[in-house]
C-alpha cells in the first residue's frame, strides 16, 4: 500500500506522540524496492557480554545474534564472539553525502556508517555501480537535482539537461526522469536566484502525486522560507546569514520538516571568511529548531566534488556532526537517535536504525558510553552491514 504525503507525515507525527519506534517495524513486512538486492546469506553469529543502545539508554549485557543478514532469536549453533562488555550501536546513518566510488563506501563502512544517503550524484549508472555490495555500506540516491539555469550544477558538462527547470511546467516531467533512472527520493536546489517559487512548488507536489519525499537544499533564512512555503518534506543545511526565528523553526514542527542541518560542511565554509557565511548562525539555527522540537538528523555532505573549498571527509565526518550538534544544544541521546532511528523513520527505512529482531544486521560496536561521552563513536571496534562484518581492503 502507497501512503501518501498527508498520511505519511501523520503516521509518523501519531507515532511520535505513541512512543511507537517506527524503525522497529518487522522487516518482512516491508516491501523491499525494486533495485534493493536480497541480504547475502552469511555466517550466524552471537555476540555475547555485550551493552546495546535501545534508542533511549544503555541496557546491561546481553547476547545479540546476527542470523543470515537479521538480527535473529537463537544463538544455537552460532559462532560465539565475547564483546567484553563493549557497546553496540544500530549502524550509524549519513543522512547527505555525495557519492564518488566504491572507495566512498569502503570509509563509511569503516567508521561505522553502514547507510549512505546521497543527495546527488551522477550518471545514474554510478549510483547503480554502488549499490548492494555486500559487507559495504548500503546507500540511497536522489541522483541529479533540480536547478535553476546559471546555476553551478548546470554548468557542470555531465550534468542532465533535463534537471535544469525554467518554468513549472517542467516540474512532472523532470520527476518523472529521477524516477525512471531509479532515485530514491527527489531534491531541490533552492538558491538566490534560483527557481522560482512556482517550480519549487511544482516539483514538490509532483514527487509527493509520485510517493516520492522530497529534499531541499537552503542556506539562507530566506531560502528556508522558500522550502517551507513549498511544502518540502526535509530542509538540508541551515542558514549561514541570521539564526532560524523562533517563528519559524516553529513552522519545521506545524508541518512536520525534517532538518538536517549539515554542521560539519557549515562550519568549513565558515572557517572560509567569506562574508555572510558566519558559522554562529548555523549553530543558533539548530539550537533554535532543537527548542521549538523539529526532527534533526546528522549529515555531513562528505564529498570529493572538484571544485567544492569544503570536503569533509567520508565516515570520520559523521562522528563530528555529532559533536558539533551536541556543542549546539543536542543531548547525547538525542545526537545518537539522529544518526539511527530517527533518519530510518524519516526516509522511511524501517528494517534498521534500531536493534531488533528481523532488522537488517547493521551494527557497530564501539568502546566507551556515548551517552556520557559523544566521542566514544569514534571508538569504532568492529562493524557489520547486513550480517557481513566489514573487512577493511588491504594496503
Known amino acids: ?75 544455537l549453533g552460532a559462532r560465539r564472539i565475547d564483546c567484553g562488555g563493549a557497546m553496540l550501536l544500530p549502524g550509524l546513518i549519513d543522512a547527505h553525502i555525495h557519492l564518488r566510488d566504491v572507495n566512498t563506501l569502503h570509509a563509511l563502512a569503516g567508521s561505522g556508517v553502514t547507510t549512505g544517503l546521497d543527495m546527488a550524484s551522477f550518471p545514474p549508472s554510478l549510483v547503480d555501480s554502488l549499490r548492494g555490495l555486500p559487507g559495504l555500506t548500503d546507500i540511497r540516491s536522489a541522483g541529479a537535482p533540480a536547478v535553476a539555469p546559471g546555476s553551478p550544477q548546470s554548468q557542470i558538462p555531465t550534468f542532465p539537461a533535463d534537471a535544469v527547470l525554467t518554468g513549472p511546467e517542467q516540474a512532472t516531467q523532470f520527476v518523472r526522469s529521477r524516477i525512471a533512472e531509479g532515485s530514491d527520493y527527489i531534491k531541490i536546489i533552492i ?43 526535509m530542509i538540508h543545511h541551515v542558514p549561514m546569514d541570521s539564526p532560524l526565528s523562533a517563528s519559524v523553526a516553529a513552522r519545521y514542527v506545524s508541518t512536520g520538516t525534517v532538518a538536517v542541518p549539515t554542521l560539519t560542511m557549515m562550519e568549513g565554509f565558515g572557517n572560509l571568511g567569506i562574508p555572510g557565511m ?4 548555523a549553530e543558533g539555527s539548530v539550537a533554535a529548531l532543537r527548542r521549538a522540537g523539529a526532527r534533526i538528523l546528522a549529515g555531513t555532505d562528505a564529498n570529493l566534488t572538484p571544485g567544492i573549498p569544503v570536503q569533509p571527509p567520508y565516515g570520520t ?53 556515548p551517552l556520557a561521552d559523544i566521542t566514544a563513536t569514534r571508538s569504532v571496534r568492529r562493524v557489520w552491514v547486513g550480517g557481513v562484518e566489514y573487512t577493511p581492503t588491504p594496503a
Open 1 to 75: 500500500m502507497c501512503i501518501n504525503h498527508t498520511d505519511r507525515r501523520g503516521f509518523f507525527k501519531a507515532a511520535a506522540a505513541a512512543g511507537i519506534a517506527v524503525a522497529g517495524v518487522s522487516a518482512m513486512a516491508a516491501p523491499a524496492a525494486a533495485h534493493e538486492r536480497t541480504l547475502p546469506l552469511g555466517e550466524k553469529v552471537a555476540l555475547t557480554n555485550v551493552r546495546i543502545f535501545d534508542g533511549d539508554q544503555v541496557t546491561f549485557p546481553r547476547t545479540v545474534v546476527i542470523d543470515n543478514g537479521r538480527i535473529g532469536i537463537s544463538s
Open 278 to 281: 558566519d558559522y554562529a548562525a
Open 317 to 369: 565526518s559523521l562522528h563530528h556532526e555529532l559533536e558539533l550538534l551536541v556543542h549546539a544544544g543536542l543531548s547525547h541521546r538525542e545526537a545518537l537517535r539522529a544518526t539511527t532511528s530517527l533518519p530510518a523513520q524519516a526516509f522511511g527505512l524501517p528494517d534498521r536504525g534500531a536493534i531488533r529482531i528481523g532488522n537488517r544486521a547493521d551494527l557497530v560496536l564501539i568502546d566507551g558510553d
Open 191 to 233: 538558491d538566490e536566484p534560483g527557481l522560482s517559487p512556482e517550480t519549487i512548488k511544482a516539483v514538490t507536489t509532483a514527487a509527493h502525486s509520485a510517493g516520492k519525499l522530497v529534499m531541499a537544499h537552503a542556506t539562507s533564512t530566506a531560502t528556508v522560507v522558500r522550502a517551507l512555503d513549498a511544502d518540502v518534506d
